[in-house]
């Protein structure tokens, strides 16, 4: 009798945390992350398993790697998978699952089908800021220079935050040739925050004021040729409650707008150059932007809006939990009338169009869990997240 198909698998966790995605996407010193990944199993990686056996062995979904470089296999325990190829691990499975006797000839296929993602950020006095995907023996000389370093960068106190650990490194020497050695240029570990400041002021002090995470700078000296960005990422970036589209430059009353989405997404013609005197604000959004997802994941909850995000990285930000259905996502969008349908629109994140689909502002996103029931229900949507007031506000209308 033909055996038909057994698919086990768990449901694959994004890899951002439970925030909003932030405006910039990570770009890389040598792009890294491909699919499908052929690397070797690492910890943490999701594996989708497929299996040709019997109907009776149960177990559905997809496989995280723990920590200790494992999985768990229904009936069969745990399976070491780290460091081995996917074939590697697929040959493991078949044996375990053979000589247990689930399976009289077992045949498995193993795919990487998700990777923490290792990533350094720089800011500062750069061309190019944000993050970077990172690769193993990627140096801090790698990341400065693709990045651009400014003309006036401070070069001889570039700082490098690892964890709780400060480092002021000397990368002056590196660039002129004085010294090649680790010290000056030393390895990027995942997770370092890279800082270039400008060199001595030339031009004077600016303001910034409003919606920034860091507000214990009242006067910040520019140079000769600091723009905003470059400010702007000395007191950490806009908040979540900023008001991206309405910030704005006072140069001696005159009232500037800054084109925010158009700089952090590379337009550096539109990186306004500051003058002695200036003042940045960043006024606070009337109603912040958010978006909902509820259902099966493990994460229910308002999530902040910033810039583009799509419904496969809305999805994954909540971490759907085990046999939620992924391709029977239901969506509630706010109309021109500012109120909701009555029905939800299904979409499908497993499908390549719909995946990209636009998360707006006010979306409602239901995740059907067959063990928790799959009813769509705005009114529990709005009782389960909290901090969703304004939505009911907008209901009542």
């Not at 792009?31 to 499908?36: A, E, H, K, L, T």
């Not at 600091?226 to 409650?241: K, N, P, R």
């Not at 502002?361 to 009782?383: C, E, H, Y």
Request: charged letters at 25%; aromatic letters at 6%; hydrophobic letters at 35%.
């Amino acid at each position: 009798m033909r055996s038909p198909y057994c698919i086990i698998g768990l449901a694959l966790v994004g890899a951002l945390p439970a925030q909003a995605q932030t405006t910039n996407t990570p770009t890389s010193v040598g792009q890294v992350i491909q699919d499908p990944i052929t690397e070797p199993i690492q910890k943490y990686d999701t594996l989708r398993i497929i299996v040709i056996g019997e109907p009776l062995y149960t177990g559905t979904g997809e496989f995280k790697v723990s920590a200790n470089g494992t999985i768990e296999l229904p009936r069969i325990g745990q399976v070491r998978v780290e460091g081995n190829s996917n074939l590697k691990a697929a040959s493991f499975i078949e044996q375990r699952l053979k000589s247990g006797k689930f399976l009289k000839e077992p045949h498995a296929l193993v795919t990487i089908i998700d990777r923490k993602r290792k990533e350094v950020s720089v800011n500062g006095a750069v061309g190019i800021q944000g993050r970077r995907i990172l690769r193993d023996g990627t140096r801090l000389s790698d990341v400065l220079e693709e990045a651009g370093l400014a003309q006036l960068a401070d070069l001889e106190k570039v700082e490098v935050t690892r964890g709780k650990e400060a480092l002021e490194i000397n990368y002056k020497k590196f660039r002129n040739g004085l010294d090649n050695s680790e010290t000056v240029n030393p390895f990027l570990e995942d997770g370092d925050r890279i800082f270039i400041r400008l060199g001595e002021p030339t031009e004077g002090t600016v303001r910034v004021v409003g919606e920034v995470k860091d507000l214990t700078k009242p006067q910040l000296a520019i140079s000769q040729g600091s723009t905003f960005s470059q400010v702007l990422s000395m007191v950490g970036g806009i908040t979540d409650y900023g008001d991206r589209k309405g910030v704005f430059v006072i140069r001696k009353n005159q009232r500037i707008p800054v084109p925010y989405d158009e700089i952090v997404g590379g337009a550096t013609d539109k990186d306004i150059k500051l003058l002695d005197k200036d003042e940045i604000h960043v006024p606070r959004l009337e109603k912040p932007r958010q978006f909902t997802v509820y259902g099966g994941v493990r994460t229910q909850g308002s999530f902040p809006l910033q810039g583009r995000v799509t419904l496969t990285q809305a999805v994954g930000n909540a971490g759907p939990v085990e046999g939620a259905k992924r391709k029977e996502v239901q969506l509630m969008r706010l109309g021109p009338d500012g109120k909701y349908p009555k029905k939800p629109t299904k979409v499908n994140v497993e499908d390549g169009t719909q995946a990209s689909l636009e998360i707006q502002d006010g979306d409602v996103l239901f995740i059907p869990d067959p063990s928790r029931g799959n009813k769509f229900d705005l009114n529990q949507a709005l009782s389960t997240v909290g901090s969703m007031i304004w939505i009911s506000t907008l209901l009542r209308r």
